[in-house]
């Protein structure tokens, strides 16, 4: 960051300024200046992937599983952490982009700059307090183990009495801060890594636990491959419905909304959701189901897929709609400007913060929650990923679906000139899309089992509802 703000401060970093209306005429920006602003951002992926699976991870890690009352504030921590990113994408979104619009760049990089430094050294301050695991060396050497093991021993049988298997003694978990994990009948093929065959090469003989943890991750993936859909659909937001936004009137007085700016009713919705959820929604559900988060995670990613499927099909009428008023007032081949007012694509944005503080969060949590205890930050990353590839595939569609459709003479359905588009049939094939991953979500999370609890607080909190549901009927009679 402060190499970004320093390439639009100094004149040595940034190329003259043009007020040319022809942008080819004006300087191109050096080799120089090119690498200091490139290297910057390029500095902040790295950084970002660095920080981004982490810091939810240490947060997460600072409540005690084994302590009631802090396994009940560990369930909302992922709720308030999500409305504490969105909130600072809330401020980005509109008075970041203010300055940087209307006072300069220098600016407006110099301020998040500066609220890095300070956060940083609020880090830095607390790390003496902060509960730490201890490292257990990289995930992916353990998992690589666990695999070459029971690919090297694939003609063994695995005994049918799991204490047959290599495990270690629970001094040596207890030592390393660890917990000892039993054998699963599930993914039975890596089971054979603790077969004992007299070899004690790491890569010839895995303890239980390592087994168990390899197969955590691996039970993870499906659903990892279910959350790529709705995080293509994410994508589409600072796309195609800003570009929807661009055709329409967007004056209010004398003011002009920003098409961009409509993301921040994505991020006010989720906002607005998320307290909601955690605050009514969990304690109203609780009192039926006994699950101290109201409702199972994967129960939450459901129903943050149905509004996915429910954003697609609003866009597509929304968009059809639109097609229709341009047709009437001859815009489809010249293009231009439909009187039709932005804010007709507010449901859309809406809706899609109510699915990502549904979606979103259970993504994260749950990634978080299911992965081995000394996996959690491999786990987060699952979550970041989904959305990286989700991105990925949003391209890889948009080029794909606008060559087909091109094909055999046809005008296509994804041109500069949305007027003479068909975004319409593009949302329906995306609504599609989202009821076939719903459909290949509740397979998989039909056979998906729950990772076993490290202590028996969820059982504890559980109990407690029970009671204080048995509690309430005779309060109302002693009345």
Known sequence: MSLLTLSVSLTALRPPICKNANVENCKEASTLQLAVFFGALYTLAIGTGGTKPNISTIGADQFDDFHPKEKAHKLSFFNWWMFSIFF???????????????????????????????????????????????????????????????LRKWKVSVPNDPKELHELDLEEYAKAGKFRIDSTPTLRFLNKAAVKTGSTDPWMLCSVTQVEETKQML????????????????????????????????????????????????????????????????????????????????????????????????????????????????????????????????????????????????????????????????????????????????????????????????????????????????????????????IFFLGVIRFYVYKAEVSDSMEVLAEELKGMRLREPNQVSEH
């Open 88 to 150: 600072g994408t809330l401020f980005a979104n509109t008075i970041l982009v203010y300055i940087q619009d209307n006072v300069g760049w220098a600016l407006g990089y110099g301020l998040p700059t500066l609220g890095l430094v300070i956060s940083v050294a609020i880090f830095l301050a607390g790390t003496p307090f902060y509960r730490h695991r201890q490292p257990t060396g990289s995930p992916f050497t353990r998992m690589a183990k666990v695999i070459v093991a029971a």
């Open 219 to 438: 039970r993870m993936i499906p659903i990892l491959i279910s959350t790529f859909v709705p995080s293509t659909m994410i994508a589409q937001i600072n796309t195609l419905f800003v570009k929807q936004g661009t055709t329409l009137d967007r004056q209010i007085g004398n003011f002009e909304v920003p098409p961009a700016s409509l993301a921040g009713f994505v991020t006010l919705s989720m906002l607005v959701c998320v307290v909601l959820y955690d605050r009514f929604f969990v304690r109203i559900v609780r009192r039926w189901t006994k699950n101290p988060r109201g409702i199972t995670l994967l129960q939450r990613m459901g129903i943050g897929l149905v509004f996915h499927i429910i954003i697609m099909i609003t866009a597509s009428l929304i968009e059809r709609h639109r097609l229709s008023v341009a047709r009437q007032h001859g815009l489809v081949e010249k293009g231009g400007q439909v009187p039709l007012t932005i804010f007709i694509l507010l449901p859309q944005f809406v809706l899609m913060g109510a699915a990502d503080a549904f979606l979103e969060v259970a993504k994260l949590e749950f990634f978080y929650d299911q992965a081995p205890e000394s996996m959690k930050s491999l786990g987060t990353s699952f979550s970041t990923t989904s959305l990286g590839v989700g991105n990925f595939i949003s391209s890889f569609l948009l080029s794909t679906v606008s060559h087909i459709t091109k094909k055999h003479g046809h005008r296509g359905w994804i041109l500069n000139n949305l007027n003479a588009s068909h975004l319409d049939y593009y949302y329906a094939f995306f609504a599609i899309l989202n009821f076939l991953n719903f």
